[in-house]
């Protein structure tokens, strides 16, 4: 009932950055939170960051203060602006959306690479 695509992805050099973008379509009314985990290699999947309809953030503490996630609500995305990125920082970035049910959704995924 919720569909997700993401895209904003790519190579980057590290202190380099770079934007996601999670536009959310179907019942986006029964959301109520939206955010992005991340996915390497041999690391387990971590939450990164998370914003509720509210306008509530939370990031883990690898992130804070180098990245920052906003929603856009006319166009139903969300945005995670990535700066000062580092090699630690790639992975495959999930998008994911959570319903007052408690019913989670998922984006296709994105690569973010960081290397010199």
């Known amino acids: 009932q919720v569909q997700l695509v993401e895209s904003g992805g790519g190579l980057v050099q590290p202190g380099g950055s770079l934007r996601l973008s999670c536009a959310a379509s179907?019942?986006?009314?029964?959301?109520?939170?939206m955010g992005w985990y991340r996915q390497a290699p041999g690391i387990e999947r971590e939450l990164v960051a998370a914003?509720?309809?509210?306008?509530?953030?939370n990031y883990t503490d690898s992130v804070k203060g180098r990245f920052a996630i906003s929603r856009e609500k006319v166009k139903n995305t969300v945005y995670l602006q990535m700066n000062s990125l580092k090699p630690e920082d790639t992975a495959v970035y999930y998008c994911?959306?959570?319903?007052?049910?408690?019913?989670?959704?998922w984006g296709q995924g994105t690569q973010v690479t960081v290397s010199s």
């Open positions: 914003i509720t309809s509210g306008g509530n953030t």
């Open positions: 994911y959306a959570v319903r007052t049910d408690y019913v989670r959704y």
């Open positions: 179907g019942s986006i009314s029964s959301i109520k939170a």
